[in-house]
């Protein structure tokens, strides 16, 4: 039996960390003097199978149902590698890089040489996330790629998304029927499943752990999927409490609404920063 994978921890000091573990490179917490800003359930499984309920999976090659293999692709049930382990820069923040390479696993879904870098750098109140991909092989291939960042909160119904106004969104829980934003802050009180396209590249997030905002900014991601189970998912859910759906929020960066399409030898690139805001 093979042992499970490890988590690798970026340590900053002042007790600001981020764990990242190598099933999914999956972020399964990030500190912020000692304050936890991300949400796990208590019933994520960490079997080094399933996706990890929680934290910031990495979905790739696709996001939603895919005809070719598991929902929300396989990049985040697959072990990945750490590429060069945590260190320290002169600024005193803490940088580490992850890849996935294409491997037979990976090839008997989707038939396609790549290589992908993830490379997280952890700063006093920011997490930054650097993406690429590189398509190896000799054809040109399709994906669609998202941050899955699991937002812990106090309170959901508390929580409003600024940033999203003037947006189309696709409404997954009215069978994908097209609106159109018209919010300035949008709130989250019951099954919540969007994908907003085109959003601006900042997002603001209000009351987030100890009432802060945060600002979630993007590059070359142009959507943004907000999503809460709410109670009748969570008890569908075998992985996430029944009373947990208050304490998140899913606002994930992502290219989802068209895929990417990229030919031989090339890559794409794209990058997110998580910043906590100390004025409330
Ligand atoms: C969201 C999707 O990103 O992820 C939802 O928009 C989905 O449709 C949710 O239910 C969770 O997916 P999973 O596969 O982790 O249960």
Not at 21 to 27: E, Q
Not at 30 to 54: C, H, M, P, T, Y
Not at 206 to 233: A, I, Q
Not at 250 to 258: D, I, L
Request: a negative charge.
């Amino acid at each position: 039996m093979s042992s499970p994978p490890d988590v690798i921890l970026l340590d900053r000091g002042n007790n600001t960390t981020c764990s990242v573990n190598l099933h999914g490179a999956t972020i399964v917490s990030w500190r912020v003097n000692n304050q936890e800003q991300l949400f796990v359930s208590k019933q994520a499984v960490f079997d080094g199978k399933k996706a990890i309920r929680g934290g910031v999976p990495f979905i790739f090659p696709q996001f939603g149902a895919w005809h070719l293999g598991p929902q929300h692709g396989f990049a985040r049930t697959s072990t990945w590698t750490l590429e060069s382990p945590p260190e320290r820069l002169e600024s005193g923040d803490v940088e580490a890089m992850f890849s996935l390479t294409d491997s037979e696993h990976t090839r008997s879904m989707w038939n396609f040489p790549f290589r992908v870098f993830y490379r997280l750098i952890l700063r006093e109140k920011e997490l930054h996330f650097n993406v690429s991909v590189s398509n190896t092989g000799h054809e040109s291939f399709a994906f669609t790629l998202l941050l899955h960042t699991y937002f812990k909160v106090p309170d959901v119904r508390r929580c409003q998304i600024g940033g999203l106004k003037g947006c189309t969104y696709v409404d997954k829980v009215q069978n994908g029927l097209v609106f159109r934003e018209d919010r300035d802050a949008v709130a989250v009180g019951e099954f919540t499943d969007r994908v907003y396209q085109d959003t601006p590249p900042e997002q603001i997030i209000s009351n987030v752990v100890s009432g802060r905002k945060m600002r979630v900014m993007k590059y070359n991601l142009p959507d943004t999927v907000v999503w809460n189970p709410w109670l009748e998912n969570a008890q569908a859910m075998g992985d996430f409490g029944d009373e947990e759906y208050p304490n998140m929020i899913c606002v994930e960066a992502g290219r989802v609404a068209s895929p990417v399409h990229l030919p031989s030898g090339t890559v794409f690139e794209a990058s997110q920063i998580l910043q906590v805001h100390y004025c409330v």
